[in-house]
C-alpha cells in the first residue's frame, strides 16, 4: 500500500532458449488483473516485471487496458527510479506503456 492505495507487483522471469513466451506474459497480465480486483478494486495498480529486452507493443497495451504496467529488462537496470515514478502517478491514470 502506497499512498492508501493498494499496488501489486509481480515479478517474471520467461526467457527461453527458444525465445519468449508472449501467450505466458497474457496469462501473467490476466492473473495480475484478477487479483487486483480482489484485493483493490478498481483504484488497484498493478506492475510486471520482466527480465525480457523487448515486449511487443500490443502486449504493452493489453496491460495498460488492465491497469497493469509491464516494465522490461531496460527499467530493471534503473528499478528504484522507476518504481518511485510509478507509485507518484495517480492511480486513476491509465499506465504509461514502458518499454
Not at 506474459?25 to 495498480?45: E, F, H, N, Q, V
Not at 493489453?62 to 518511485?84: D, F, H, N, S, Y
Request: aromatic share 6%; glycine share 6%.
Amino acid at each position: 500500500v502506497y499512498d492508501n492505495k493498494l499496488h501489486v507487483v509481480e515479478c517474471k522471469a520467461t526467457l527461453r532458449k527458444d525465445g519468449f513466451e508472449w501467450n505466458k506474459l497474457l496469462s501473467y497480465i490476466y492473473k495480475l488483473d484478477t487479483i487486483m480486483d480482489m484485493l483493490g478494486g478498481r483504484l488497484a495498480r498493478g506492475l510486471l516485471l520482466t527480465n525480457n529486452p523487448s515486449l511487443p507493443r500490443t502486449t504493452l497495451e493489453k496491460g495498460r487496458m488492465r491497469q497493469v504496467t509491464i516494465m522490461g529488462a531496460k527499467q530493471l537496470c534503473r528499478l528504484p527510479e522507476t518504481l518511485q515514478k510509478w507509485l507518484k502517478n495517480d492511480a486513476t491514470s491509465r499506465p504509461p506503456i514502458v518499454n
